[in-house]
């Protein structure tokens, strides 16, 4: 199983950005989706998470301005960033728990993309 990102890049506060992240390889249910961010010399912290049946939750920092969603049929999981502030500045990680066959369950990370706004 892999997850693979895109949509970092550079962006002035108040801009905005779109994530993406879409799972391949031997994928039998995908649970829990979601994003993950780590600033430097900071510990990884929960951003957005998104279950199978759509129910969401997110950091309290970001409630109101990012959405988490996702595409069953796609394998992927998107995170509309809205007004950036400098502060959401890091390498944003996306996770997801998936079974890849009935009987196991795992926790995936992709690669990390970086994500910066400038003031």
């Known amino acids: 199983v892999q997850l693979v990102e895109s949509g970092g890049g550079s962006v002035q506060a108040g801009g905005s950005l779109r994530l993406s992240c879409a799972a391949s390889?031997?994928?039998?249910?995908?649970?829990?989706m979601g994003w993950y961010r780590q600033a430097p010399g900071k510990q990884r912290e929960l951003v957005a998470v998104?279950?199978?049946?759509?129910?969401?939750n997110y950091a309290d920092s970001v409630k109101g301005r990012f959405t988490i969603s996702r595409d069953n049929a796609k394998n992927t999981v998107l995170l509309q960033m809205d007004k950036l502030k400098p502060e959401n500045t890091a390498v944003y990680y996306c996770?997801?728990?998936?079974?890849?066959?009935?009987?196991?369950?795992?926790?995936?990370w992709g690669q990390g993309t970086q994500v910066t706004v400038s003031s």
């Open positions: 998104i279950t199978s049946g759509g129910s969401t």
């Open positions: 996770n997801a728990n998936i079974r890849p066959d009935p009987s196991s369950s795992l926790s995936y």
């Open positions: 390889g031997s994928i039998f249910i995908i649970n829990d």
